[in-house]
């Protein structure tokens, strides 16, 4: 499940407590806030274990992987369908002390988690994917507060879209041989020289959209002071990765903690 390496469930939380901040307009209340960082941690738990089962057979020739659970025998498939049912079934019940419109998502957004692991194996850019994967966070998250899913909720779900693409092309930098080797798509293959040019313009992107939404929410100086820490920690990670090396490509990818917190910070500014 990778408790042990939270970053995941943080890259999948920060835009999800954006989201929740836009759509209250003030601090969300501590029940809505514990059912969606519960729910963060237990869909992001069960998205790995569901990649995981899908990568069985792959795991063990990629070196980063080789040493999984599922790979070393010991946990076994029964298992680890006992595991995605229970976590599944916990998320479950948080969803449903949401409205209609928020449970309908969650079952959308359950296909997605399901169905991301495959996408490496045909689409060449599964980054893309994972970036609408991860999104699902924002649309629940503005349609539990306001039952409906306003303009800036979609704004949002673009700018996590163009976020994913960044992050997660950092982190594939490192697999690029073992992938090259086993056929399997990611954005580092398909972009090659271009990589972290495109990083860069996908960083520049989301930022956009951000200062769009902070037009129309009519934002105060502060959120955009924060803006403007998170570009410059996006500027750094697209620097020491110009080079297309797996180390410095993996920093980049955790220094999108940070990023995220200094934008969740600008969205509380304005709480």
């Known amino acids: 499940m ?3 390496k939270p970053i995941g469930i943080l890259l999948l939380l920060w835009p999800t407590l954006w989201a929740l901040l836009i759509a209250s307009k003030r601090l969300p209340d501590l029940k809505l806030l514990t059912i969606f960082i519960g729910g963060a941690i237990l869909m992001r738990s069960a998205g790995c274990v569901i990649n995981d089962y899908f990568d069985r057979k792959i795991d063990p020739q990629v070196q980063r992987t080789k040493s999984r659970q599922i790979v070393l025998g010991n946990v076994t498939l029964k298992e680890v369908l006992v595991i995605v049912l229970g976590l599944c079934l916990s998320s479950f019940i948080l969803v449903i002390q949401l ?4 449970i309908q998502l969650a079952f959308v957004a359950l296909l997605f988690v399901i169905s991301y692991p495959l996408t490496k194996r045909f689409f060449c850019i599964p980054q893309l994917f994972l ?4 999104g699902f966070g924002i649309l629940i998250a503005f349609s539990a507060v306001q039952n409906e899913i306003p303009v800036q909720a979609y704004l949002l779900f673009a700018a996590n879209i163009f976020w994913a693409i960044a992050y997660d092309s ?9 992938d090259k080797a086993l056929n399997i798509y990611s954005a580092p293959l ?3 020289e271009m990589t972290i040019k495109i990083i860069f313009l996908s960083y ?9 939404i902070g037009f129309i929410e009519q934002f105060s100086y502060q959120y955009y002071l924060a803006l403007l820490v998170a570009l410059a920690i996006a500027i750094y990670c697209s620097y020491i990765g110009k080079k297309l090396d797996s180390k410095k490509n993996f920093k980049a990818f955790l220094l999108n903690n940070y990023l995220g917190f200094f934008i969740f910070l600008g969205f509380l500014s304005q709480s």
Not at 170 to 178: E, I, K, L, N
Not at 204 to 212: K, Y
Request: charged residues 15%.
């Open 2 to 4: 990778r408790l042990d």
């Open 131 to 134: 970036g609408i994967t991860f």
């Open 170 to 178: 950092h982190y594939a930098v490192s697999d690029m041989r073992d």
């Open 204 to 212: 520049l992107s989301m930022f956009f959209i951000l200062c769009l």
């Open 190 to 192: 398909t972009f090659q």
């Open 99 to 102: 409205n209609l419109l928020s």
